[in-house]
């Protein structure tokens, strides 16, 4: 199959909606960790922008219908993704992230691949990790 004459597939993320039990609750870590604003809020969701790309935390319960008929997952059953934000210094950054109340998975520590990273879990069960 030739795809010479297909348009060009786009070459980044605009938006991750990440589903989440409690909004109130994952919106204000976003606000607090993470230093954002709000730049769009409705009764189901909130939106940060995360340089140029936008993170939209959506209630569970209006996820079903954006998803349908595949199946929201229960914050335990595991997680399925890691997003990744590139540092300057991990171990200075983990510092912040305990003096705002982040507890750490893991880290920081030197990968065998060359890079030093650590990770923590946002309220809504997603695995975010800081790399350098």
Not at 5 to 31: C, H, M, N, Q
Not at 103 to 116: A, C, E, K, Q, T
Request: charged content about 20%; glycine content about 6%; aromatic content about 8%.
């Amino acid at each position: 199959m030739n795809h010479t004459d297909d348009p060009p597939w786009p070459t980044g993320i605009s938006a991750i909606t990440l589903f989440v039990e409690d909004l109130e609750e994952t919106k204000r870590f976003y606000r607090e960790v993470f230093g954002l604003a709000v730049a769009y809020e409705d009764a189901n969701s909130a939106v940060f922008h995360f340089g140029d790309a936008l993170i939209n935390l959506l209630s569970t319960t209006a996820a079903h219908e954006l998803i349908s008929p595949a199946q929201v997952a229960a914050p335990d059953a595991g997680s399925r993704l890691q997003l990744t934000l590139p540092v300057d210094d991990v171990d200075s950054m983990c510092e912040q992230l305990a003096a705002r109340g982040v507890s750490l998975l893991n880290g920081p520590i030197d990968r065998p691949w060359g890079i030093r990273t650590a990770s923590f879990r946002d309220p809504g069960g997603h695995i975010w990790e800081i790399a350098k």
